[in-house]
């Protein structure tokens, strides 16, 4: 399989979004990565001709959101083709893929759905994670999700997930925001769980805002990307710097009430000063 990242290589980047095509046409200091949903360029509108430039002056990642890896069913050989197609054109140096399932019986479901880590499933994100590598000939990276029912299963989350990375050679893209989240709605330890990850397998770092819901009279914290990294999700990132025995590079997402332009270089610029400073 093709490596998956250039070794001893700190960058920084920030999920490309439609609002900010334009701006990214030119070279942002202090930018070194640009990562996108490649379902969001399956068809052949406006948005083609922004990445073509934008491919030209920045490093391209991959995030995929539609394979749904974690299903019992194969993954969409379709789907796998636009996705291929793409990369051969845009040259991402990186895939990833979220750790979840959205579709069975050929029904899709609009959001991401959590996993019974149980070795039943292992097996069936073995085969899917196998089969995408295969397809795309390298090894992609698989994101740790946020999820609001916890399904009991056989296996802690992270000993789930570095199985995986030892059974198929992916790798892992760890969402700090996620880990935070599920950690105070599930009442779980982060700094442990960071500190069972194999950290050998961790290539990309995701930061973004959340927000905060009452259900059933009980506050919940909810993945909106809609907001500034909030100081919690910055101490873990922080506690995961000092940790990291290996080069990774560190996105920044924002989907939802999209800031202007600056605000969101802020945000990635004060997580390059972190790194700096403590790795």
């Known amino acids: 399989m093709a490596p998956l990242f250039q070794e001893n290589k700190l960058s920084f980047g920030v999920g490309l979004?439609?609002?900010?095509?334009?701006?990214?046409?030119?070279?942002?200091?202090?930018?070194?990565v640009l990562e996108i949903h490649p379902e969001n360029f399956f068809g052949k509108g406006i948005e083609h001709y922004y990445l073509e430039q934008i491919s030209e002056i920045y490093d391209i990642s991959f995030h995929g959101i539609g394979l749904s890896l974690g299903s019992e069913e194969k993954v969409d050989k379709s789907h796998?083709?636009?996705?291929?197609?793409?990369?051969?054109?845009?040259?991402?140096?990186?895939?990833?893929?979220h750790m979840s399932w959205m579709k069975v019986d050929g029904i899709f479901f609009h959001d991401l759905l959590p996993l019974d880590y149980t070795k039943k499933r292992l097996n069936y994100l073995k085969r899917n994670i196998e089969d995408t590598q295969n397809y795309l000939g390298q090894n992609i990276c698989i994101e740790n999700p946020s999820y609001y029912l916890k399904i009991i299963g056989d296996m802690e989350e992270y000993d789930f997930i570095n199985e995986l990375c030892r059974l198929t050679g992916c790798e892992?893209?760890?969402?700090?925001?996620?880990?935070?989240?599920?950690?105070?709605?599930?009442?779980?330890?982060?700094?442990?769980?960071?500190?069972?990850?194999d950290s050998k397998f961790i290539k990309e770092v995701h930061l973004a805002g959340h927000s905060f819901q009452t259900i059933d009279d009980k506050k919940i914290i909810i993945d909106t990307h809609d907001d500034f990294v909030k100081q919690e999700v910055w101490d873990l990132y922080r506690y995961y710097i000092n940790k990291a025995n290996s080069s990774f590079f560190t996105i920044v997402e924002w989907d939802q009430e999209l800031p202007k332009e600056k605000e969101l270089i802020s945000e990635l610029t004060k997580a390059k000063h972190m790194v700096n400073r403590y790795a």
């Open 17 to 32: 979004r439609h609002q900010h095509f334009k701006y990214f046409t030119k070279k942002i200091k202090g930018v070194d």
């Open 80 to 97: 796998l083709k636009k996705i291929r197609n793409l990369m051969i054109k845009y040259k991402p140096f990186i895939y990833s893929e």
């Open 172 to 197: 892992i893209l760890l969402d700090i925001n996620n880990l935070y989240i599920n950690s105070v709605n599930h009442n779980f330890n982060p700094t442990h769980y960071i500190d069972r990850l």
